[in-house]
């Protein structure tokens, strides 16, 4: 029984290796924060909705851990993974850098946005 441990532990290890990192740029984390004050700063707050939009677009990222080529491809070169809520929702765009095994997210947006904030 103890090889079968041992198969877990070096199985486990294996699976921390293959996921993917993420890495969040500053834009992408001021559309968030963006995107959460929205249910701030409404009357009355709604603070349960910002978190749970938050939550919501984190699980849906935290996905391409596994599955990085699962958003549509962009004229740009990147992807954009398209994250339901209701009959509207939210796309984070990103890049995968497979040398590297990162996801980059350089923008996240609501899907009634016209397009994605620039840092311009």
Excluded at 42 to 66: C, D, K, Y
Aim: hydrophobic share 45%; proline share 5%.
């Amino acid at each position: 029984m103890i090889w079968l441990a041992d198969a877990e532990v070096a199985l486990t290890e294996t699976r921390a290796s293959i996921l993917a990192r993420i890495i969040y740029s500053n834009r992408a984390l001021c559309d968030l924060e963006r995107l959460a004050d929205f249910f701030i700063g409404r009357n009355p707050p709604i603070p349960q909705m910002a978190l749970e939009t938050l939550e919501l677009i984190e699980e849906a990222v935290s996905i391409l851990r596994r599955h990085p080529l699962i958003g549509r491809p962009m004229k740009s070169g990147l992807r954009e993974l398209v994250i339901s809520r209701g009959r509207t929702g939210y796309l984070a765009l990103y890049s995968f850098e497979a040398q590297q095994n990162a996801i980059l997210v350089p923008g996240v947006r609501h899907q009634r946005e016209a397009g994605y904030v620039s840092d311009e």
